[in-house]
């Protein structure tokens, strides 16, 4: 946590400061407050340490990183040393700040344009003449001729583009066939005869009405990205502290176990230390490319609010058209992205769980439903779903019904009651838990891709290609090649572990009551990949992950 005190002084100088009349928000002292202190360059992405100094996100995490090796993280500005590698908080309010400072100054820029007749000193213009070609200041306007040939427009530096090139007469009109401003000789005599023609006031209004609803949907896409990058934080910090109290835990435990058992303890903290490492840096590549997106949504949304705001038609519609400000719907790297998101994670307590019982007697027997690789996140394939199964939006859940789901009809698809999930296994130690809801049969268990999808042999536990854990008329059995072992004891939990080692070739099941009781285990070559699967009829099964 942040300083409170210093915290609140921070916010409080930064709103004096910068509600202060924009004469003294130009000044240098009030400009050093806006400098990151080691790029010296103005703020981008503020983030804040636990000791209230702001730097840039890019800027602080390459200090970090170079204090990694020596594992001592200190502040660049105050030198206040940090158990960990600190988090970075972002600092909104600044943030938010700099961005307004950006538009507001680009507003109130001058333009810098002096009055053509003024030759002794420089008198800032107040008007241009297409006609003359001249810019005027106060004095000079008042005695410029009123005639309709002399058009008066705001201060330009270049007339030569207000007159049509071929004629060398005002532009007046837009050619929506040719897109393209032209002058009267060009609409009744020239090139565009004939055309569609409309009064630039008109067709600039046209133009900037496309850019509305483009700046709308920017905006929304902005909105978007702005709450991932939220929701990306809020699971780094979870995960941070879990990470957090996983250490302690082993900490507490191996203070009472004997000497000879210290390298164990330093070796699961040593993993509890890479997992975090790991995380923080998947959290932190996520969420900079997202900030990258965010800062060039901001840039195309500044430049179009530039175009809307533009008094001049003219300058509105010879902004060329680019695809890339027009068409907010492309999604650059979004799927690269979203493609990541699946594979940032919690910490795997399950290989932290596996080291205490492969090197530790007293639990060998106690924890033998937990495997070294927890899954992750095991998904529901919809593409497998029958259609009498209706799957959860996070794609966890499984529940039989009466409605037909409507799903197109093909070959991967199951014709009754099941699922698959879409992560297959080819080697290594795995576990996962479900959860069973509701009084009907149900079947848990594990198949190769082949599978057939049609008729009673495609149930798992039916045919040589599955196995499977079953209730069905009240009893409990695990099944495979359509051959029943009954369970000695009924099935009183309504959660199940699954657990796989595909080298040593190995199903179990396990009761998940207390303590955890071990159903089955089968024993196998496999020689396919392997997908998690489900049975469900009048019932509902939740996956959960490894633990």
Known sequence: MCKPALWILNLRELKFRFCRPLSAMASADLRAELDCSICL??????????????????????VLDTQDESGVYTCPECREEFQARPALMRNLALRNIMENLLVTQHKETETGICCTYCV???????????????????????????????????PRTSLENRK??????????????????????????????????????EASEKKKGKLKNILQKLTTKREETEERVQNLEERWRKAQEKASGEAERITALFTDIRRRLDDLKKRVLS???????????????????LEIKKDELS????????????????TVLQEPDRGDL??????????????????????????????????????TDIRRGIY???????????????????????????????????????????????????????????YWDVEISGS???????CYPGIDRRGRQSYIGDNTKSWSLRRYNNQSSVRHDGKDIQLPDEISSDRVRICLDYEVGQLSFYELCDPIRHLHTFTAAFTEPLHAALYVWSCSIKIYGGR
């Open 326 to 363: 027009c068409d907010p719907e492309e999604e650059g790297g979004d799927e690269d992205i979203n493609r990541c998101l699946h594979d940032v994670g919690y910490l795997d307590v399950a290989v932290i769980s596996d080291k205490l019982h492969t090197l530790c007697d007293i639990i």
């Open 299 to 314: 840039r195309k949304m500044r430049h179009i609010e530039e175009l809307s705001n533009m008094t001049d038609p003219l």
């Open 41 to 62: 360059q103005t703020y981008t992405d503020p983030v804040m340490l636990r000791c209230g100094h702001n730097f840039c996100r890019v800027c602080i995490d390459r």
């Open 440 to 446: 009907g049969g149900w079947r848990v268990g594990m």
């Open 120 to 154: 002794d000193s420089p008198v800032p213009a107040v008007k241009s003449c297409l006609h003359c070609e001249a810019s005027l200041c106060e004095k000079h306007l008042r005695v410029h001729s009123k005639s309709s040939e002399h058009v008066l427009s705001d």
């Open 372 to 430: 070294v690789e927890g899954p992750g996140d095991i998904l529901l394939d919809v593409n497998t779903a029958a259609n009498n199964v209706f799957i959860s939006d996070d794609l966890k859940t499984a529940t039989w019904s009466q409605n037909k789901q409507n799903r197109p009809e093909t070959a991967e698809r199951f014709q009754n009651y099941q699922v698959m999930s879409s992560r297959r296994f080819t080697s290594g130690r795995h």
């Open 271 to 289: 993993e509890i230390s890479r997992q975090e490492m790991d995380e923080s840096l998947s959290f932190s590549s996520l969420i900079q490319k």
């Open 164 to 201: 049509c090139s071929v004629h060398k007469e005002v532009l007046k009109y837009y050619c929506t066939e040719d897109s393209a401003c032209i002058c009267v000789s060009c609409s009744l005599a020239g090139e565009h005869q004939g055309h569609r023609v409309e009064m630039l006031d």
